[in-house]
């Protein structure tokens, strides 16, 4: 009895991954990040969520979302957004993110699965400090907002507000989130079989 929660942006050039040009043009980094948006829903898919929510900011929402229920973020920095959404939302909830195309339907399972009666939440910290997945059995966002987001301590400061609550708390892996291009290279190489690395391959061999 879980809800899915994948939050995501409108892959227009020079609106997302613009870190990864050059070498990348925005158009392709554009297409990259739409290659990743389709490898975590292809990964999601099996997942036997309850309800599978598109956190989305733009309008041309990605192929494969469309049995999901859209929620339009709110205005306001990235805590606010999310704070907004486990307001939104009862009953366990889990929330990743569009960045880490690596990610397995095997490594979300335990959270889908029968929750633990002894976890109260889920985290999934990032190698560069932040986190790629939260997962709240009581959602509420105030566990979320004044979290300052985009740093290299946001993921830790995160973690300490979640048991300064009380919560008990199961860790998973760190994941690497694509915001450079050799965030993208090393990616790429741990899921040599997605859409992602096929993508990167032809953008990076076009330019050898």
Known sequence: MTTIVLIAKET??????TRLHPPLT????????????????AAIEPIPATRRILLFDGNLLPVGSEHYDVMTQVEGELDV?????????????????MDTPQVTTELLAPMFT?????????????????????GLADPTGDLVR?????????????LDRLTDAGLRVRMLPALTDV???DNAIEVAAIAPDSRFAATLATFLGAQS
């Open 12 to 17: 227009i050039p020079g609106k997302v991954k």
């Open 26 to 41: 925005l158009e392709q980094a554009a297409i990259l990040a739409a290659a990743s948006i389709a490898d975590t829903l």
């Open 81 to 97: 957004r999310l704070g907004a959404l486990f307001d939104a939302c009862t009953g366990p909830t889990v929330l990743i993110g």
């Open 114 to 134: 029968d929750w633990p009666s002894d976890v109260d939440a889920w985290f999934g910290p990032s190698t560069d400090g932040g986190f790629w997945a939260l």
């Open 146 to 158: 004044g979290v300052p987001m985009s740093r290299d301590d946001t993921g830790q400061i995160q």
């Open 179 to 181: 915001d450079t291009i």
